[in-house]
């Protein structure tokens, strides 16, 4: 069972549309948690931290559930430009920088 | 400032033969970590050297090998090389050991390998 688990999808989305997705992580020594962005043949960059008290960043909206070791991240009103591959990641903080990627779930919006 | 760089970003290598991918950090950052992108796959975590220590090993064979040099600049070698090391490294810079802002931390555009 992979560490961090996610539906990759793909998702074919109509702008405009909202969509979510989740994802579920089985070490419960992880501590920090994140959504990166992939686009293709890029490297990935950070999109946002995720926090127990959930936390949005203009049209992007991210939850954590530590009881279930489950995230979420929920894209409103979706643009052509959300079209990417999103990394769901946890991070232990011990000892090293370690950081745990799921399988990525890839986001096709279309016009 | 330059961002991470890595080179060389392209390169074929022949089963068996071996490779060296190269890493700069961000200009006072002092840790690297090198991932492995299969296609389809998310980044899996190879090494995390800082001040030229090995500070975490992920699940790869000894094949794979790392090093940091005083400038905090690294290399990663894979020796034998397989089809199945077909992938994109990744390089990954951060200012600490452990524990910084995910915002601190910053990808390579990564070296594309392509074993025949």
């Known amino acids: 069972r992979k560490e961090v688990e996610q539906d990759p999808g793909p998702f074919n989305v109509p702008e405009g549309a909202t969509v979510a997705f989740n994802c579920t992580y089985s070490?419960?020594?992880?501590?920090?948690f994140f959504w990166y962005r992939q686009d293709c043949r890029k490297e990935p960059k950070l999109l946002m931290s995720?926090?127990?008290s959930g936390n949005e960043d203009g049209r992007f909206t991210a939850q954590l559930n530590r009881a279930s070791q489950y995230i979420s991240l929920l894209i409103r009103d979706s643009k052509l430009s959300d079209s990417a591959t999103y990394l769901c990641?946890?991070?232990?903080?011990?000892?090293?920088?370690?950081?745990?990627f799921g399988t990525g779930t890839r986001l096709t919006i279309i016009p | 400032d330059a961002g991470v760089t890595q080179s060389p970003t392209h390169l074929i290598k022949t089963r068996g033969q071996q490779v060296t991918l190269r890493c700069s950090p961000i200009?006072?950052?002092?840790?690297v970590s090198w991932y492995q992108q299969v296609l389809g796959q998310g980044p899996q975590f190879i090494f995390q050297?800082?001040?030229?220590?090995?500070?975490g090993r992920g699940n790869f064979p000894d094949r794979f090998s790392a090093r940091q040099f005083p400038n905090y600049s690294s290399e990663l070698n894979v020796n034998a090389l397989l089809l199945g090391d077909s992938a994109l490294y990744l390089c990954?810079?951060?200012?600490?050991?452990?524990?910084?802002?995910?915002?601190?931390?910053?990808f390579g555009e990564g070296s594309w390998l392509t074993v025949v």
């Open positions: 990954a810079s951060s200012p600490g050991p452990h524990g910084t802002p995910a915002r601190t931390i910053y």
């Open positions: 070490n419960s020594a992880s501590q920090s």
């Open positions: 995720v926090y127990s």
């Open positions: 990641v946890t991070r232990s903080n011990f000892g090293n920088e370690k950081l745990t």
């Open positions: 200009s006072g950052h002092k840790s």
């Open positions: 050297y800082y001040e030229k220590e090995e500070r």
